[in-house]
């Protein structure tokens, strides 16, 4: 095992531990028994180390047994995201705001592109509908890895008939499982692309 994955591997059990939070540079060092410039030198920064462990997360999307058409590959592909987001703690957290030049990242960005070809969009459309599926599933997998109970449970006491009307006609339909969310908002980003 290269010292990389070791490092993303102590990473992840910290995590796992204590939360994004609780991982840093010299907690990895002493997870490993090793010296902090032994980790900086692997890494460079904790921006670095973000990257790794988003790499490792990322590289647990399998890319084997996808289905043939491109549309239902998207779809695998996107629940196989969303899955691994979920395998951690605060597995969407650690994935926001980094963007790693990494083979994981860069395996799984690719077979959704070409998913996205192969059901018939063109190279731009292609590249920003990717986009909006990731950006689309980091957003709900951060909302499910927090506090959704609470979340629930403040808007139901602030949202008041005579105050916010709209807000509070749909509001037994605000929340709704995660995985209908999801699904719902796949099929929204899916269906445009057929026009």
């Not at 070791?6 to 059990?13: G, H, N």
């Not at 997870?31 to 920064?45: E, Q």
């Not at 709900?140 to 009307?165: D, I, K, S």
């Not at 509001?171 to 057929?194: A, N, P, Q, T, V």
Request: charged share 25%.
């Amino acid at each position: 095992m290269s010292r990389q994955n070791e490092i993303a591997e102590a990473a992840l059990e910290l995590l796992e531990e204590a939360g994004k939070d609780g991982v840093s540079l010299r907690a990895v060092a002493d997870r490993l028994g090793v010296r902090l410039n032994t980790v900086t030198w692997h890494v460079k920064s904790k921006a670095g180390l973000l990257e790794l462990m988003a790499d490792a997360i990322v590289g647990e999307v399998s890319l084997t047994r996808l289905p043939e058409e491109g549309e239902p590959r998207v779809r695998e592909l996107a629940k196989r995201y969303r899955e691994a987001l979920l395998n951690h703690r605060d597995g969407a957290a650690v994935v926001v705001g980094t963007y790693p030049a990494r083979p994981n990242t860069l395996g799984v960005g690719n077979a959704f592109i070409q998913a996205l070809l192969d059901a018939g969009c063109g190279e731009a459309e292609s590249a920003w509908t990717m986009w909006t599926i990731d950006y689309f599933t980091l957003g709900l997998v951060q909302e499910e890895q927090g506090e959704p109970q609470a979340v629930g449970e403040r808007l139901a006491e602030a949202v008041t008939a005579g105050r916010f009307p709209a807000m509070a006609r749909v509001l037994r339909h605000m929340g709704g499982s995660f995985e209908d969310r999801y699904r719902f908002g796949l099929d929204l980003i899916l269906k445009g692309l057929r026009g």
